[in-house]
Structures are given as structure tokens and as C-alpha cells.
């Protein structure tokens, strides 16, 4: 069967009439989407691979009782870099249909955890920000500040836009090319495909592709490569896929943080420590999905009845 929603039932489900093609009969456990979860990156509590394993095995009952559906960013990197094409977020965004379908969680669980996805991207910019400035905050104690403060002051500021000089011409052909994969910003006409595409494009304020195209289309050296945005950039690659005029996003944000870097505008061991500050603010992204999930669940799995 090529999935383990579509198999008839006498009582129709609210999976079976809008599920996603998953293709999970075409893997062959190569770990690729276990490599590609920034959320497995970051803790090791999401290994797509065993979703869609279990999947293949039928543990239906298993599958949508397991809080790792709920961990997932609804990134796609895993799906975008599948060699064969199988689809693990359509399988967990089917799995937690599901899972409300039977009333193993509230109905009102999705919202709030696009709630908490909002959480997480504030904290990641703070955290950015506070790295930015030569600090190595804990986490876990500037967690709820960040949280649930919005970067609006420095977002909103005013930009001057600059002359056209030798140095933002320069500048416009460095993030024009990334080694072989050369893009044209400039073919950029602010329709906003990247930006719906996105999937942390949540708060504008927070992130915004198209702001970030646009800004390097100017030559805004200074505010791009100073700003805690460009290390949000998940590299799913979403807003490439969305773009109807070919501008590969994903690597001009990849080239950003290639010139922030040798430059010098951040610290050399800036990469490491971002790195090791992402997994503590996941850490506490997890914690805060685990609350939700407590508190979610209105009747204990079937499975764990029989138990």
C-alpha cells in the first residue's frame, strides 16, 4: 500500500480525505532527512527515518501517539533533500491529523504549536543577537524573555539606502555568486513567493526572505551582515523551490554569512559557538512542546490502554 492512511475503513477519517502523497514505500533508510532535521541537529528527538519506518511497518497506533510529530518545524529539509523522494513531513502533518481525528490531543493543539514555533524563532534571534555582541548568554535563563519578546525595535528602524558606489556594486556581485551556483538577485520583484514559502516566516519582523533579497539588492552590506537574521536561514531550500524567477535564495543567505565570516564581522569561532546556543534554545523548544503535549492529550493512546 502506498500509504498507511489510504487503506479503506468503514469509518471514513479526517486523514483519508486530505492526506498528502507520503511515497514512504520508496525508502531505504539511507538517513538523509535524520541529517537534514535541524531539530535531530540540534536535540536527537526527531528522527524522521524511524517515523516513516514505523510507518512502513503499519504501527499506526504507535505513530500518532509519539510526541516527535509535534517536534517537527514543518521545515521540509527533510523531504527537499530525499534522494528518493519521500516525503516525511506530509507523513507527520498526516499523523497529526490523525491524532485529533481520534481525540488523542485537543483540536486546539496545531494553533498552539504554531504558537510555540513563534516562541522559538524569537529566542533564536535574540540568541543570534546576543552572540552578534561578543555574549554567551544561558539559555535557559533569558528563555521566557526572549520568547515572548518580538525584535520590533531594531526590526523597524529606518534604513538609509546607500549611493551607488564601487564598494555596494562589489558587494551586490559577491552575494550574487556562491561558487558554481551563481543567482541574480536583481531578477528579485518583491512578489513575496519566498516569503509565503518560508517555513519560519511567521513574523515578518523576525524573518523575512524577500526583506533580506531586497536589502542585498540595495548593497546594505552593513545591515545584513550585522543582523541576526541571515543565521535563522534553515537552508530548506523552500524559497528556491518557490521563486517563479529562478533567485536562489537559500544561497545568497549562505553567502551572507560567508562574507559576515570572512570579513570578520563575527568572531571566528562564531560558527561553534551558534551551533552549541541553537541546541540550547531547541532544548528548551522541545521542554515547551513536551508542556503542550501534557496537557493536550485528552484520552491515553489505545495502544497503552491495552497495556
Given amino acids: ?131 552578534l555582541d561578543g555574549e554567551y548568554p544561558k539559555v535557559a535563563e533569558h528563555w521566557e524573555q526572549w520568547a515572548r519578546t518580538s525584535p520590533s525595535d531594531k526590526a523597524n528602524q529606518l534604513i538609509k539606502l546607500p549611493s551607488d558606489t564601487p564598494q555596494t556594486t562589489a558587494f551586490r556581485q559577491m552575494v550574487r555568486g556562491y561558487g558554481v551556483n551563481a543567482t541574480s538577485i536583481s531578477s528579485c520583484f518583491t512578489c513575496r513567493e519566498c516569503s509565503n514559502a518560508c517555513p519560519i516566516c511567521l513574523d515578518p519582523r523576525v524573518f523575512d526572505p524577500v526583506k533580506i533579497f531586497r536589502l542585498a539588492n540595495f548593497g546594505l552590506k552593513d545591515e545584513l551582515l550585522r543582523s541576526p537574521c541571515i543565521w535563522l536561514c534553515l537552508d530548506c531550500q523552500s524559497c528556491m523551490s518557490a521563486c517563479s524567477q529562478g533567485v536562489k535564495g537559500a544561497l545568497i543567505i549562505r553567502q551572507l554569512q560567508h562574507i559576515a565570516y570572512e570579513e570578520g564581522v563575527v568572531a571566528k569561532d562564531f560558527p561553534v559557538r551558534w551551533q552549541q546556543l541553537k541546541g540550547e534554545v531547541y532544548g528548551e523548544y522541545i521542554r515547551e512542546i513536551d508542556k503542550l503535549l501534557e496537557a493536550a492529550r485528552s484520552v491515553k493512546p489505545p495502544y497503552l490502554k491495552q497495556v
Fill in 1 to 131: 500500500m502506498s500509504t498507511i492512511y489510504l487503506k479503506k475503513t468503514a469509518l471514513p477519517s479526517y486523514v483519508a480525505r486530505y492526506s498528502q502523497p507520503e511515497h514512504i514505500q520508496a525508502c531505504y533508510t539511507c538517513g538523509t532527512c535524520n541529517s537534514a532535521c535541524p531539530v535531530n541537529a540540534a536535540t536527537s528527538r526527531l528522527r524522521p527515518m524511524e517515523l516513516v519506518y514505523k510507518a512502513r511497518l503499519g504501527l499506526l497506533d504507535e505513530l500518532v501517539s509519539m510526541p516527535d510529530i509535534w517536534y517537527c518545524m514543518d521545515c521540509n529539509r527533510c523531504s527537499n533533500f530525499c534522494p528518493m523522494m519521500v516525503k516525511p513531513l506530509s507523513l507527520i502533518q498526516n499523523l497529526r491529523a490523525e491524532a485529533i481525528s481520534r481525540k488523542i490531543v485537543c483540536p486546539e493543539l496545531a494553533e498552539q504549536h504554531k504558537e510555540v514555533l513563534k516562541r522559538l524563532l524569537n529566542a533564536l534571534w535574540h540568541a543570534a543577537d546576543a552572540l
